[in-house]
């Protein structure tokens, strides 16, 4: 079965920074797709950040300018650096692998168990 385990979530105040890491226990060069998603409570889960095999990223309107997502497939890795964070970012965070293509989309087939992130003002 595929693994997948987050890491690196934390409290940090708004404008801080945070790097969570994904370390899958297959080839991240199986998948298509990987992503990171977030949920709160009284909220779907959500798409943040996706990024194709070939590195190309998609980011929700929400993060984009403040999250870099990448690959490092060598290592089986996904990370997710978020810059200034803010209250809302506060979430659970999972990390979320697809063979299939269309990686914007919330249909993934493994799923980590997740990191909390929580931003004070």
């Known amino acids: 079965a595929v693994r997948l385990v987050e890491s690196g979530g934390g409290s940090v105040q708004a404008g801080g920074s945070l790097t969570l890491s994904c370390v899958a226990s297959?080839?991240?060069?199986?998948?298509?797709?990987m992503g990171w998603f977030r949920h709160v409570g009284g909220k779907e889960r959500e798409p943040v950040a996706t990024?194709?095999?070939?590195?190309?990223?998609t980011y929700a309107d929400a993060v984009k300018g403040r999250f870099t997502v990448s690959r490092e497939n060598r290592e089986n890795t996904l990370r997710l650096q978020m810059n200034g964070l803010k209250p809302d970012d506060t979430a659970t965070y999972y990390c979320a692998s697809r063979w299939d293509d269309g990686c914007w989309t919330a249909n993934y087939t493994q799923w980590g168990q997740g990191t909390q992130v929580t931003v004070s003002s």
């Open positions: 297959t080839s991240t060069y199986s998948f298509h797709c």
């Open positions: 990024v194709s095999l070939g590195g190309e990223p």
